[in-house]
C-alpha cells in the first residue's frame, strides 16, 4: 500500500482524542494517521488493521476475552510498580507480587500489564484500561524523573554500572551480574509503547525516548565486540522495540542502536537458510527474529527478510507439533522429530505468542494461506485453551505428554513469563482477522467480528459458529457503492473446496486448499457473502512415527477424554512444572484398519464438537473433544495406533 505521507486536520484531530494505532506490534504507517514518521520500505503486501477498528462479538474468543479482562482488573498497578517505586528510592505501595516477580526477573510483567492494558483498551474501548495506563505512565514518569538520568527500569543499577563499563561475565540468563535484564527492560519498553500507540498516550513515548537515549549513551562505549558478548545472554526483542522508536520518531540513531542487537552467532546461519536451531532456548531466539522482521520493513534489507522467512518454514514444518507449539523444555528439538517429544514440559506458551508474531509479519509480505493455516491452528488450538476458564490463569507448558492434564498459574503468586504473554495473547484476538491493502480484502480467520474499514467507507460483519458449523457469513453495510476484492482464505483442511454464495446465488469460484478464493466487485449496501468450508475427521501423523496420530476436525485438535484419576484437587500451581512427576494411568490405543476416521469415529449425538470412537479403542473407547475446551482432566493428543493385525500379534503391547 502507498505510503500516507500527509493526514488531513481532521485526521490529526483523531490522533489526538482518540487511540492512536491499535497494535504496538507492527507499527506500520499506512492507516495510522500519523503515528509513525518512517515510511515502510521492505515490499509489503497487506496490513492488518488497527485493534480499535475490528470488534469481537460473541465467540468462544469473545468469553476468552472477557475472562482475560476481569482477571487483570484483579491486578493492582501499584504492585506491579514495586520495583520501579525501590530502583529509584521511592516509597513503595502495596506488596510485591510473588513468584516469578520476587527473583531478578522483578519487573518483567509489570511490562507485558502495561501492554495488556493498552491491547484491552484497544479491542474494548474499556475507560478502565485507560485510566490504568495513564496511572502507570504517569507513574513511570515519575521513577524517571527521581533517577534523573533517563532509566526507567526495574533491574539493580548497578548491573548496568558493570555493563556500560565493559564488565560483562555474559551467560544464557545472566550479564553483568543480573539475570537477563536487557530482557526485563523491553517489557517496560514495549509496554512504553503499546500505551503510545494503543492509548494514545504521549507521555508513554517520551518516556521510552529518554529511556532509550540512557541506554544508547551507556552501550556506546562498548565495542562491537563486547556488544555480541552481552548478546549472549537472552535480551527480548530490544531490536524491535529499537526499531519502533525509529519508526515513531525517525530518529536515526535509534535504527543504528536497533541493528548493534543483531546476534550474529544466530542470525547468520539462518540468513544462509541453515537450520541450527536444534538445543537453542526458543523465547531467548523467536524475539530476534520478531526484530529482524520489523527492520526489514523499516530498511529493506533483504538479509532480514531471509532469516524470518527461513526461521518460519524450518520451525513450521519441521520443528512444530499439531497444536502449534514448538519446543521441549523450553528448546527446539531435532529438525523432522515430534514423537519423542511428547512431555510434561514441552509446548511452552510464550514460544507460540512469539511464533504467532513472526507468522503475522511474513504472511503481510507474501499473503500466503500456509501462514494463516499456521496461525490458525495455534490460535485455536494452543492459545485459546492456553486461559484457564475459571481463574484467568494460563498455562505455561501446555502439556502433550499421554495421560497428563494442564497447570494453570495461580493468580498472584507466578507471574510467569508466560502470565506476561498471556494476559496479551487473550486481549488482541482481533489483530489478525483481517488484513488489507489499498485494493483488497483478506479475511485470515473465520471469528465473529466486526470490521470498520475507514479508508473505504466499509463495514464488515462476519456471522459465523465456526468451528462447531462450516459456514461463515459476511454482511456489507456502506453509504456508497465501494469497489475493491475481497480473498477469502480457503484453509489446507477444506479438501472439498469451497461454496461461495452472494445474496443468494451461488458464485463460480476457485477454492483450492491452502489457497484463497478472489471475489472481486463493486459492493454495495446489504451485500451478503456465505462461505461454506465443508469440515472433516482426518489423521495428523507424526513426521518421524506413522503410527503415532492426532485427530483433527478441521483445524481443531481433538483429545481425548480420560478423567481424573490419580490429579491433585486443583490444577493451579505457582510451580509451572507442578504435578509433572505424577505417573498417568495408562492410555488407549487405537486399532484402526482405515485412515479415514470417519470409518471408527462418530458424533456425538447433540453436541457438534463431541465425537466417540466405536470399537478402536484398546481398552476402552473414548470420546474426543477440542483440546481447547479441555480443563481440569487428563487427556491425550497423540494416539498409539496398530491395524488389528497388528494388535493381535502383538499381545505384549496390549495396556
Not at 532509566?151 to 548497578?158: H, N
Amino acid at each position: 500500500m502507498k505510503t500516507k505521507l500527509t493526514v488531513s486536520f481532521i485526521l490529526m484531530l483523531a490522533v489526538i482524542i482518540a487511540p492512536m494505532a491499535a497494535r504496538a506490534e507492527s507499527l506500520r504507517s499506512d492507516g495510522y494517521a500519523g503515528a509513525t514518521k518512517v515510511p515502510v520500505v521492505g515490499a509489503v503486501q497487506a496490513y492488518p488493521f488497527d485493534l480499535n477498528d475490528v470488534r469481537l462479538l460473541p465467540s468462544r474468543f469473545k468469553t476468552a476475552m472477557d475472562t482475560d479482562k476481569a482477571y487483570m482488573l484483579k491486578l493492582d498497578v501499584d504492585r506491579f510498580m514495586w520495583p520501579f517505586y525501590e530502583r529509584a528510592g521511592l516509597p513503595v505501595k502495596g506488596e510485591r507480587y510473588g513468584g516469578w516477580e520476587m527473583k531478578d526477573v522483578v519487573g518483567h510483567t509489570s511490562g507485558h500489564y502495561l501492554s495488556a492494558l493498552s491491547l484491552m483498551y484497544a479491542s474494548t474501548g474499556d475507560p478502565e484500561m485507560k485510566r490504568r495506563i495513564d496511572y502507570m505512565v504517569s507513574e513511570l514518569a515519575r521513577v524517571q524523573q527521581k533517577n534523573g538520568n533517563g532509566y526507567a527500569g526495574s533491574v539493580r543499577p548497578e548491573v548496568w554500572t558493570r555493563i556500560f563499563a565493559g564488565d560483562l561475565e555474559a551467560g544464557a540468563w545472566g550479564v553483568g551480574g543480573g539475570y537477563v535484564p536487557w530482557y526485563v527492560l523491553h517489557k517496560t519498553f514495549a509496554g512504553l509503547i503499546d500505551a503510545y500507540v494503543c492509548a494514545g498516550n504521549k507521555q508513554a513515548l517520551d518516556i521510552a525516548c529518554a529511556f532509550a537515549d540512557w541506554a544508547k549513551k551507556g552501550t556506546d562505549k562498548l565495542s562491537d565486540e563486547q556488544f555480541q558478548t552481552m548478546l549472549l545472554c537472552e535480551y527480548g526483542p530490544m531490536n524491535e522495540v529499537l526499531a519502533n522508536l525509529y519508526a515513531l520518531t525517525g530518529k536515526k540513531e535509534y535504527l543504528s542502536f536497533a541493528q548493534r542487537f543483531d546476534h550474529k552467532i544466530i542470525l547468520d546461519p539462518l540468513a544462509n537458510k541453515i537450520d541450527q536451531l536444534q538445543g537453542k532456548h526458543v523465547n531467548t531466539n523467536l524475539p530476534k527474529i520478531i526484530g529482524c522482521a520489523r527492520l526489514y520493513e523499516l530498511t529493506g534489507n533483504e538479509r532480514y527478510a531471509t532469516i524470518a522467512r527461513f526461521l518460519w518454514d524450518s520451525v513450521v514444518d519441521n520443528h512444530s507439533m499439531a497444536p502449534g507449539g514448538v519446543d521441549h523444555g523450553e528448546k527446539f528439538f531435532a529438525s523432522g522429530e515430534e514423537a519423542n517429544h511428547l512431555a510434561s514440559d514441552g509446548c511452552e506458551t510464550c514460544a507460540v505468542y512469539n511464533m504467532l508474531k513472526v507468522t503475522r509479519e511474513v504472511f503481510g509480505w507474501q499473503p500466503d494461506a500456509k501462514y494463516m493455516d499456521y496461525y490458525e491452528r495455534a490460535l485455536y488450538n494452543q492459545i485459546l485453551g492456553s486461559q484457564d476458564p475459571t481463574s484467568g490463569g494460563v498455562t505455561y507448558f501446555y502439556s502433550l505428554k499421554p495421560g497428563h492434564f494442564k497447570i494453570y498459574s495461580s493468580p498472584f503468586d507466578a507471574m510467569w513469563c508466560c502470565v506476561g504473554t498471556g494476559i496479551e495473547n487473550h486481549s488482541k484476538y482481533a489483530d489478525t482477522i483481517y488484513y488489507h491493502n489499498a485494493a483488497a480484502l483478506w479475511v485470515n480467520l473465520f471469528i465473529p467480528s466486526e470490521l470498520n474499514w475507514k479508508e473505504k467507507g466499509v463495514n464488515i460483519k462476519q456471522v459465523t459458529q465456526f468451528p462447531e458449523k462450516d459456514t461463515t457469513v459476511l454482511t456489507i453495510s456502506t453509504k456508497r457503492n465501494a469497489q475493491f476484492t475481497i480473498n477469502i482464505r480457503v484453509p489446507y483442511w477444506a479438501t472439498a473446496g469451497a461454496e461461495v454464495k452472494i445474496n443468494g446465488k451461488a458464485q463460480k469460484v476457485v477454492a483450492k486448499p491452502q489457497s484463497y478464493l478472489t471475489l472481486a466487485r463493486v459492493w454495495k449496501n446489504d451485500d451478503k457473502i456465505e462461505v461454506r468450508l465443508p469440515m472433516s475427521l482426518h489423521l495428523r501423523y507424526a513426521r518421524d512415527d506413522k503410527k503415532m496420530a492426532v485427530i483433527m476436525y478441521g483445524p481443531i485438535t481433538l483429545a481425548g477424554e480420560l478423567g481424573r484419576e490419580g490429579m491433585p484437587d486443583s490444577c493451579v500451581s505457582s510451580d509451572p512444572k507442578a504435578f509433572s512427576q505424577l505417573p498417568p494411568p495408562p492410555v488407549p490405543t487405537l486399532i484402526i484398519d482405515s485412515n479415514d476416521p470417519s470409518k471408527w469415529i462418530k458424533r456425538v449425538n447433540g453436541d457438534l464438537l463431541r465425537f466417540q470412537t466405536v470399537n478402536a479403542g484398546k481398552p476402552n473407547d473414548v470420546t474426543l473433544i477440542p483440546l481447547s475446551d479441555i480443563h481440569d482432566q487428563r487427556y491425550t493428543v497423540y494416539w498409539k495406533t496398530m491395524t488389528s493385525d497388528q494388535w493381535d500379534a502383538q499381545p505384549l503391547l496390549k495396556p
